[in-house]
Structure formats: structure tokens, C-alpha cells
């Protein structure tokens, strides 16, 4: 791995998503560790399916950059906030979202080099 990078991802429109998973993907793919943390906001796109249907034009399939992130070992974080805000559970997201608080998270990437917020 050559460091950390923390990427947090503000709501679940396009405009949040596409800079998060597009620099994530480069990240984990240049060996840097990986860590994509979405705030409540970001709860609708975290239920299963919704990702991977996500196009843009000019813009790669949601869908691959999600299988490269996941795939090199990057990882996804809901701020448990966003369950009650949202009304759901852990049940009702994909399987491969941890579920963390914001203090755990600002310990995680205490050593991250790179923080970016979309």
C-alpha cells in the first residue's frame, strides 16, 4: 500500500457519487488503502442494485468502478446516523457496507494522506 486515502461521499445524486467512486477506484487501483465513507445523505444509493444502475453520459458504469473498488480491497462506510435517519437497517443496504460512526472513521484515517469530500 503506498498510504491512505479517505474519501466522503455527501448524498446520493451523481454529483456525489461519480468524484468519489471515480478518485476511490484510481486510488485503490494505484495501491493506496481505501476508505469511502457516506454520510446519511448518501443512504439511498447504499441500498442494493441502486449502484450498479447508475450510467452517466461521457461517464464510465457506476458498476465498474464500484467492482474495482470492491475487488482491490477498498471499503465502504455508512455513518450510523444514517440508519434511523433514513428508517433502515443494516438488512435493508448492500452487503458489502460496514456500518461505523463518525469517531471511529476520524480514527481509522487519523494517518490518511489524502481526505476528499464530494
Known amino acids: 500500500?503506498?498510504?491512505?486515502?479517505a474519501f466522503i461521499c455527501n448524498g446520493s445524486e451523481n454529483c456525489n457519487l461519480y468524484p468519489a467512486f471515480i478518485m476511490g477506484s484510481a486510488s485503490v487501483a494505484s495501491g493506496d488503502e481505501v476508505v469511502i465513507f457516506f454520510t446519511p445523505g448518501a443512504v439511498p444509493a447504499l441500498k442494493p442494485g441502486y449502484l450498479e444502475s447508475i450510467t452517466a453520459?461521457?461517464?464510465?458504469?457506476?458498476?465498474?468502478?464500484?467492482?474495482?473498488v470492491v475487488a482491490l480491497g477498498g471499503r465502504m462506510v455508512l455513518c450510523e446516523l444514517g440508519l434511523e435517519a433514513h428508517d433502515v437497517t443494516a438488512e435493508d443496504l448492500r452487503d458489502d457496507i460496514e456500518i461505523g460512526?463518525?469517531?471511529?472513521?476520524?480514527a481509522d484515517i487519523k494517518d490518511a494522506k489524502t481526505t476528499f469530500s464530494f
Open 101 to 106: 460512526g463518525a469517531t471511529s472513521f476520524m
Open 57 to 68: 453520459k461521457g461517464m464510465p458504469p457506476m458498476k465498474e468502478l464500484l467492482e474495482g
Open 1 to 5: 500500500m503506498m498510504g491512505k486515502v
